[in-house]
């Protein structure tokens, strides 16, 4: 049987076996016909606030976050409606904050791609660089002490937007909602805090559990320390075509995205899989080997102890050279060195969080790496198994082992399988 898989921009067609295959995706939901027209009907009928036009005079000052390359966010759809609702504001007044959390900041041609040449030639665009600190103020104090500080641009703002879309998340439960805040433009200090090894590593830090996610508890602490005006955020399908918007108050919308992304991107399956071939998605999530492991982590969950994971993924922007995954990956010879370098007491590396979970996946399974943008010598320095095709990786898997159970995540984290019986 042939099935195509989400690599790149264009796919990657891979002969499977006719026997022992499941194919596991989200259940489609159709893009909306008018996307503009659906995000203006959202903002025109927010949930739990006034809309733009009624609450923000032309005095005020406007900070909407956007995310960066590495989501799929519909920016360009999205952002121009929000902003012709902010006509009556003079343009000055308004500030776009790229949200980049511990990634690079995005290149012009990027920003072009992602919001339109427009919005990049008549807006003030920022980029929240996590290790500028001068560029962070202090925002508020957890209850736990901690003190949180973000981007001045933000807090400067007396109407503050956030945009985004919402997927399961592997330690967050969800994106979107507070996640365009922390780690979105938060400081250095406060993604580390977020990304600790013990929250990391808590049980209930993980896809699409909210209550009791100590992870997601912390991230929605900071978004709560100042008030957010207005969140807008959508669903897409496996054509990155906006299906649901949502636009109101920050709870009310993450409430209800996250309850309709469950619907259409969980799947329970009857029990544990001896293989599991996944991707990242596709372009533009697919673009690195630190993101991949999101596409490892969802096959994680529904592959057998000693398994094997073949995980396909383009990565054109290779192992990234920013942040530290790729010098811890290189400094440890295993995923147990892995795992003690972070848990070591008063370690504290940014990219941890990423290196930690595949670690974690290591110890329960083999992961094949196909890509055509990694060379052998990265792939193996990762920790990982280098595979020049999916089909040659299943070959030997089942010469070893003809009756080997097989699934497949087309799409990869757009779709979160479980053994029902297990959760």
């Given at each position: 049987?042939?099935?195509?898989?989400?690599?790149?921009?264009?796919?990657?067609?891979?002969?499977?076996p006719?026997?022992?295959?499941?194919?596991?995706?989200?259940?489609?939901?159709?893009?909306?016909?008018?996307?503009?027209?659906?995000?203006?009907?959202?903002?025109?009928?927010?949930l739990?606030?006034?809309?733009?036009?009624?609450?923000?005079?032309?005095?005020?000052?406007?900070a909407?976050?956007?995310?960066?390359i590495?989501?799929?966010?519909?920016?360009?759809?999205i952002?121009?409606?929000?902003?012709?609702?902010?006509d009556?504001?003079?343009?000055?007044?308004?500030v776009?904050?790229?949200?980049?959390?511990?990634?690079?900041?995005?290149?012009?041609?990027?920003?072009?791609?992602?919001?339109?040449?427009?919005?990049?030639?008549?807006?003030?665009?920022?980029?929240?660089?996590?290790?500028?600190?001068?560029?962070?103020?202090?925002?508020?104090?957890?209850?736990?002490?901690?003190?949180?500080h973000?981007?001045?641009e933000?807090?400067?703002?007396?109407?503050?937007?956030?945009?985004?879309?919402?997927?399961?998340?592997?330690?967050?439960?969800f994106?979107?909602g507070?996640?365009?805040?922390?780690?979105g433009?938060?400081?250095?200090?406060?993604?580390m805090?977020?990304?600790?090894?013990?929250?990391?590593?808590?049980?209930?830090?993980?896809?699409?559990?909210?209550?009791?996610?100590?992870?997601?508890?912390?991230?929605?602490?900071?978004?709560?320390?100042?008030e957010?005006?207005?969140?807008?955020?959508?669903?897409?399908?496996?054509?990155?075509?906006?299906?649901?918007?949502?636009?109101?108050?920050?709870?009310e919308?993450h409430?209800?995205?996250?309850?309709?992304?469950?619907?259409?991107?969980m799947?329970p399956?009857?029990?544990?899989?001896d293989?599991?071939?996944?991707?990242?998605?596709?372009?533009?999530l697919?673009?690195?080997?630190?993101?991949?492991?999101?596409?490892?982590?969802?096959?994680?969950?529904?592959?057998?102890?000693?398994?094997?994971?073949?995980?396909?993924?383009?990565c054109?922007d290779?192992?990234?050279?920013?942040?530290?995954f790729?010098k811890?990956?290189?400094a440890?010879?295993?995923?147990?060195?892995?795992?003690?370098?972070?848990?070591?007491?008063?370690?504290?590396?940014?990219?941890?969080?990423?290196?930690q979970?595949?670690?974690?996946?290591?110890?329960?399974?083999?992961?094949?790496?196909?890509?055509?943008c990694?060379?052998?010598?990265?792939?193996?320095?990762a920790?990982?198994?280098?595979?020049?095709?999916?089909e040659?990786v299943?070959?030997?898997i089942l010469?070893?082992?003809?009756?080997?159970?097989?699934c497949?995540?087309?799409?990869?984290?757009?779709?979160?399988?479980?053994?029902?019986?297990?959760?």
């Amino acid at each position: 049987m042939k099935v195509k898989l989400a690599y790149g921009r264009a796919g990657m067609e891979v002969e499977l076996p006719s026997k022992n295959v499941t194919v596991i995706e989200p259940n489609f939901v159709v893009g909306q016909r008018d996307p503009q027209g659906a995000v203006k009907q959202a903002l025109e009928n927010p949930l739990g606030c006034q809309p733009l036009k009624e609450s923000v005079t032309s005095q005020d000052r406007v900070a909407i976050v956007f995310s960066d390359i590495t989501r799929p966010v519909p920016n360009s759809t999205i952002l121009p409606v929000i902003l012709k609702e902010l006509d009556h504001v003079p343009r000055e007044n308004i500030v776009l904050i790229n949200a980049l959390g511990m990634h690079r900041a995005n290149t012009r041609d990027e920003l072009i791609g992602m919001l339109g040449q427009d919005i990049v030639d008549n807006y003030r665009i920022v980029q929240s660089v996590a290790d500028k600190p001068e560029s962070y103020a202090f925002a508020g104090t957890l209850p736990n002490g901690h003190e949180v500080h973000l981007h001045k641009e933000y807090l400067e703002a007396s109407v503050r937007i956030l945009t985004g879309f919402i997927e399961p998340h592997f330690f967050a439960g969800f994106s979107g909602g507070p996640k365009s805040v922390a780690p979105g433009i938060a400081s250095r200090d406060d993604i580390m805090y977020i990304h600790s090894a013990q929250l990391i590593g808590h049980p209930k830090s993980t896809w699409g559990i909210l209550e009791g996610n100590p992870v997601h508890q912390a991230i929605s602490q900071i978004a709560h320390l100042t008030e957010v005006h207005l969140v807008v955020n959508v669903a897409v399908n496996k054509n990155k075509e906006i299906t649901r918007v949502w636009a109101g108050r920050l709870n009310e919308v993450h409430g209800a995205g996250t309850e309709f992304v469950n619907k259409t991107s969980m799947c329970p399956v009857a029990d544990y899989f001896d293989v599991v071939i996944t991707t990242n998605s596709g372009y533009p999530l697919d673009l690195n080997l630190y993101q991949a492991v999101k596409g490892m982590s969802a096959a994680a969950r529904v592959v057998k102890s000693g398994g094997d994971i073949v995980c396909v993924a383009e990565c054109w922007d290779g192992v990234p050279e920013h942040g530290n995954f790729k010098k811890i990956l290189e400094a440890t010879k295993s995923a147990q060195d892995i795992l003690d370098m972070v848990y070591a007491p008063g370690f504290a590396m940014t990219d941890q969080w990423q290196a930690q979970i595949l670690a974690l996946i290591l110890q329960r399974a083999k992961i094949h790496m196909v890509s055509g943008c990694l060379s052998d010598e990265e792939i193996s320095l990762a920790h990982l198994q280098p595979s020049g095709r999916v089909e040659d990786v299943l070959q030997r898997i089942l010469q070893r082992d003809p009756e080997a159970t097989i699934c497949v995540l087309p799409e990869g984290p757009q779709t979160i399988p479980y053994v029902k019986s297990k959760e």
